[in-house]
T-cell receptor, first 114, second 110 residues
Framework: DVKVTQSSRYLVKRTGEKVFLECVQD?????MFWYRQDPGLGLRLIYF???????EKGDIPEGYSVSREKKERFSLILESASTNQTSMYLC?????????????FGPGTRLLVL | GQSLEQPSEVTAVEGAIVQINCTYQ??????LSWYQQHDGGAPTFLSY????GLEETGRFSSFLSRSDSYGYLLLQELQMKDSASYFC???????????FGQGTELSVKP
């Protein structure tokens, strides 16, 4: 059974805090992605990674950083959380070179920044 | 840049057929895909069109016309459990990343 897990379903943080969102996949996928989802805006790509130690900026990387030290784990870091980062964060993984049917999403982390 | 447009809401009754359209502007892409997301859940893959034409998977079909920059998702024999948000997405051919539309919320009424 394929699985992408995220460390928290709900998270409440204060402005200025450093926030870590963890994503783990057990499918040995090379590609991993972080999206944020906001009403009326769909899913927007923050960062992605094609392999360990590799990272690429997506469409909205400002205010975020990522870490991929192990193949199965892709972390999203909010260096100094702000209220406009209140959102649903979705992680996804996909086998390199394979079809989109191999891309799986995690359950999401709903982050509230006060 | 890439952008996709889809209706924000669609309402239909059980047993009916509904079509969710997606128009896009993109400099180049591999194909158009569709995802379903129930409230509070993760998006799940529904279908993919790499070539023009119709792809059928059970009650769901998806269509792509590259010349018209247009695609749609067709849901037949609607069931209450089909109430969800539906997203179209294109796969960028310069990196393989997905660009999503803003989503269409489908409400199926009895």
């Amino acid at each position: 059974d394929v699985k992408v897990t995220q460390s928290s379903r709900y998270l409440v943080k204060r402005t200025g805090e450093k926030v870590f969102l963890e994503c783990v996949q057990d499918m040995d996928h090379e590609n991993m992605f972080w999206y944020r989802q906001d009403p009326g805006l769909g899913l927007r790509l923050i960062y992605f990674s094609y392999d360990v130690k590799m990272k690429e900026k997506g469409d909205i990387p400002e205010g975020y950083s990522v870490s991929r030290e192990k193949k199965e784990r892709f972390s999203l870091i909010l260096e100094s959380a702000s209220t406009n980062q209140t959102s649903m964060y979705l992680c996804a993984s996909r086998r390199a070179g394979a079809g989109l049917e191999t891309q799986y999403f995690g359950p999401g982390t709903r982050l509230l920044v006060l | 840049g890439q952008s996709l447009e889809q209706p924000s809401e669609v309402t239909a009754v059980e047993g009916a057929i509904v079509q969710i359209n997606c128009t896009y502007q993109t400099s180049g892409f591999y194909g158009l895909s569709w995802y379903q997301q129930h409230d509070g859940g993760a998006p799940t893959f529904l279908s993919y069109n790499g070539l023009d034409g119709l792809e059928e998977t059970g009650r769901f079909s998806s269509f792509l016309s590259r010349s018209d920059s247009y695609g749609y998702l067709l849901l037949q024999e609607l069931q209450m459990k089909d109430s969800a948000s539906y997203f179209c997405a294109v796969e960028d051919n310069q990196g393989g990343k997905l660009i999503f539309g803003q989503g269409t919320e489908l409400s199926v009424k009895p």
